[in-house]
């Protein structure tokens, strides 16, 4: 069975051997591709980076020095900005593992992950307290 390659979603369909047909219909979107014409180059990935005469990176540039700043941010200066870091540091952690974004600032996620989470616990806690502290308060008045 012939393996054809829509154009436009990049969707592959199997075709029986014979064909009768001069076209198929994409099955995702629909679109009337001509099996007589030749295929379309795919377009260039705009996140393929050239580092050097031999090594090519692939994927999306890396946040991990954002990453890292938000996360020792939450801290020292904003406990909430730990939230952000934490979540950024997952979503980009998993992108890397799945080869859809550059690997090299891993490490870099990596910590601003984790200081993400600590401030993220630290905050709560904080909150804990102050909830603590204002029904102290409260039933000091009553």
């Given at each position: 069975m012939p393996v054809v390659t829509c154009p436009f979603c990049y969707t592959h369909a199997s075709l029986p051997d014979f064909w009768p047909h001069s076209?198929?219909?994409c099955p995702r979107c629909a679109a009337v591709v001509s099996l007589s014409a030749p295929p379309l180059s795919p377009p260039p990935n705009p996140f393929d980076l050239e580092e050097g005469p031999t090594r090519t990176v692939?994927?999306?540039p890396h946040r991990g020095g954002l990453i890292l700043?938000?996360?020792?941010?939450?801290?020292?200066?904003c406990?909430?900005?730990g939230v952000f870091a934490w979540a950024m540091g997952s979503s980009d952690l998993e992108m890397m593992?799945?080869?859809?974004?550059d690997r090299s600032g891993?490490?870099?996620?990596q910590a601003g992950y984790v200081c993400g989470i600590i401030g993220t616990v630290f905050?709560?806690?904080g909150v804990i307290f102050a909830i603590m502290y204002l029904?102290?308060?409260a039933a000091m008045f009553v």
């Amino acid at each position: 069975m012939p393996v054809v390659t829509c154009p436009f979603c990049y969707t592959h369909a199997s075709l029986p051997d014979f064909w009768p047909h001069s076209e198929y219909t994409c099955p995702r979107c629909a679109a009337v591709v001509s099996l007589s014409a030749p295929p379309l180059s795919p377009p260039p990935n705009p996140f393929d980076l050239e580092e050097g005469p031999t090594r090519t990176v692939r994927g999306r540039p890396h946040r991990g020095g954002l990453i890292l700043a938000l996360g020792i941010l939450s801290l020292i200066v904003c406990a909430p900005l730990g939230v952000f870091a934490w979540a950024m540091g997952s979503s980009d952690l998993e992108m890397m593992r799945r080869g859809r974004m550059d690997r090299s600032g891993e490490g870099v996620t990596q910590a601003g992950y984790v200081c993400g989470i600590i401030g993220t616990v630290f905050f709560a806690i904080g909150v804990i307290f102050a909830i603590m502290y204002l029904g102290l308060i409260a039933a000091m008045f009553v």
